[in-house]
């Protein structure tokens, strides 16, 4: 029987930091505190906090070995260490937190509390007594929590006053800052505090290097001190000049910030917010699926920027309604919809495949324009809750997306259509059917969707990826005719002919009613491994009568007569995605990609040729 006062559940002791293995070190009378001035208020440092002070070091017999100092030889810059974090020495690690701001305090230290330290982690000046007991004189000036920007403390932010929300600038960004600058000794170099904020785009080295670094850990309105020493000032327009500086100190408030997105990373679409909306980025936009209006005015991005369309002229002041998800405007322009806020007002720049070039372009739009949107989100709603809907409700809601999952793929949206099935697939994870009645319409709607997937999916040529959505639906029910057809297409169109043949095949056997479609594909399988049969006795013919060096020919005469062959199997194929009573004539399996034919009716024909040092390509 255990103990009562025995710990059931000991708590791991928390390893020691190598700041607290150097503290064991400490032994008494090595290190000793007068203080020479008291300091104001109760608190002192403590780990995380930035320190600054200036340090004198003197003999016993008062001779002065180095100072931070001007007046005594010095370059009146203080030193910054954040405590916990920096390498600092055994002597000050003990006794800086324990100083209050303003003191000014003599630390007698013996050799192993300063650079006589065993592996002492500061290297010694080269003329610095290290073997001598020294005087250390410490002022503190001030301390505060910093937040460390760079590895290597070159860049460290201490905030002054909070922020609002959690957005904080990055490229493209447009920044409006006040900013002004000191050198580490407190003299003014630099300031921008009246008239207009400063203003630069962030991410175009349009200010120092470690200000950006600090500035892009700030939030709108906050105040902060950014310390940047010399490796991170680099020349901008804001500072020109920056050599002979040691260390900068900005201190700037962020008054705003523009939110622009480059949205395909490549700088061709732009997202260029003019005027806030209201809620927080991007918890409060219409990420998911929803009912939007929007004002919009569209105009050409050519010398003339005509415009030719303004929601608020041409559509008698009323806003466009639109449901997002369905291809019902331009990619680009739901894209920068989808992330905006209500209220908000966004500058969009967009290229022609994501504008007019793939969309129905108006009249008077040119082909291959450029276009610039100027968009105002109004408001939007949000797709119904299924929170509260009887089974029957949930079952109502789920076909209209999937009939309109199988508008967009016969307009061929393919990848819009398997979102929306994606979708109703997700929220299916949160139904649970009551009775077997329900059970049966449940699986019945979810086996559809999940064929509708491998549908899209093979139009994707994602031929593997098809196969899996229909083993879903053959796992639980291997006797699902549509599972069959749709499976075998994608074996067809991977040029896996045995498996497609099973799957036609036993079509037939389960469903007498599937047998025409079944026997239109497998002639259609008859036919396409006959031409691949065909190609590969024509492509070898005499292949083995050549010499070396003629080998790589035998690809290239037929290369010609391969890409017309494959371009008449694309021809006639069509788009269909599963609907009420629909028969199912699939031709995706034409259009996938396929293996190389000879690979199929030899597989091993690789490692064959590489035994023989042919690499397939040349040969091929």
């Not at 493209?172 to 207009?196: C, F, N």
């Not at 697939?425 to 997937?453: A, I, M």
């Not at 290369?559 to 599963?578: M, W």
């Amino acid at each position: 029987m255990a103990l009562e006062d025995e710990d059931i559940n000991p708590q791991k002791k928390k390893a020691p930091s190598e700041d607290d293995k150097r503290r064991m070190k400490i032994v008494p009378g090595s290190l000793m505190k007068a203080v020479m001035r008291p300091g104001g208020g109760d608190s002192t440092p403590s780990d995380g906090d930035q320190v600054a002070y200036h340090c004198t070091v003197r003999t016993l017999d008062g001779v002065i070995v180095e100072s931070t100092r001007s007046e005594y030889g010095g370059k009146g810059i203080p030193i910054r260490h954040v405590l916990g974090k920096s390498k600092i020495l055994l002597g000050l690690l003990e006794g800086i937190p324990t100083m209050l701001k303003g003191e000014v305090s003599m630390f007698k230290m013996k050799p192993q509390m300063h650079y006589g330290e065993d592996d002492c982690p500061v290297a010694a000046p080269s003329t610095f007594p290290k073997d001598e007991e020294l005087h250390f004189e410490i002022e503190m000036i001030d301390f505060a929590k910093a937040k460390i920007i760079a590895d290597d403390f070159g860049v460290v932010k201490k905030v002054i006053n909070e922020g609002q929300g959690w957005e904080t600038p990055r490229a493209p960004y447009e920044v409006k800052a006040w900013i002004s600058a000191k050198t580490g000794d407190g003299k003014l170099i630099l300031s921008h505090r009246e008239g207009e904020p400063c203003f630069f785009t962030f991410g175009k080295s349009e200010v120092p290097k470690g200000l950006e670094m600090g500035i892009g850990t700030m939030t709108r309105e906050e105040k902060a001190v950014i310390y940047v020493t010399s490796q991170y000032l680099t020349p901008s327009p804001l500072m020109p000049v920056v050599e002979g500086y040691e260390e900068v100190h900005f201190e700037v408030e962020l008054v705003h910030l523009i939110q622009v997105r480059d949205m395909l990373g490549d700088g061709r679409l732009i997202k260029r917010r003019i005027r806030d909306g209201k809620g927080e980025f991007p918890m409060d936009c219409p990420l998911h699926d929803s009912l939007l209006r929007v004002h919009f005015k569209g105009m050409l991005l050519n010398e003339e920027k005509k415009v030719f369309y303004d929601s608020r002229v041409d559509n008698d002041g009323q806003p466009l309604e639109f449901s997002s998800g369905e291809g019902l405007v331009p990619e680009g322009f739901e894209m920068c919809v989808r992330l905006m806020l209500p209220g908000e007002i966004a500058l969009v720049t967009c290229p022609p495949d994501y504008a007019y070039d793939k969309f129905l372009r108006p009249a008077n739009v040119p082909e291959g324009a450029h276009i610039q949107w100027e968009i105002e989100l109004l408001g939007f709603e949000k797709p119904k809750d299924w929170t509260g809907l009887s089974f029957d409700g949930i079952m109502d809601e789920a076909e209209k997306i999937r009939v309109t999952g199988n508008r967009l793929f016969k307009e061929g949206k393919f990848e819009l259509a398997k979102a929306k099935y994606e979708k109703v697939l997700r929220d299916f994870n949160h139904v649970n059917p009551q009775d077997d009645e329900e059970g049966k319409v449940f699986v019945g709607k979810r086996n559809l969707l999940h064929l509708n997937v491998a549908a899209c999916l093979l139009k994707l040529g994602e031929c593997r990826k098809s196969i899996e959505a229909c083993n879903k639906v053959l796992d639980a029910n291997p006797a699902h005719v549509k599972g069959l057809y749709r499976r075998g297409m994608a074996y067809m169109a991977l040029g896996e002919f045995e498996e497609a043949q099973r799957d036609f095949e036993m079509m037939m056997k389960v469903d007498k009613s599937s047998e025409p479609d079944a026997t239109a594909a497998l002639s259609k399988l008859k036919k396409q491994r006959q031409e691949v049969e065909s190609k590969a006795r024509k492509q070898f013919k005499g292949l083995f009568d050549k010499k070396p060096g003629e080998i790589s020919e035998v690809g290239i005469e037929n290369q010609g007569e391969d890409q017309a062959a494959g371009k008449n199997e694309n021809d006639g194929s069509e788009q269909e995605s599963d609907g009420d009573g629909a028969q199912e004539f699939h031709e995706a399996a034409a259009e996938a990609p396929r293996k190389g034919w000879f690979y199929r009716i030899w597989p091993t024909s690789g490692r064959l040729f590489s035994a023989l040092g042919l690499d397939r390509c040349t040969i091929l």
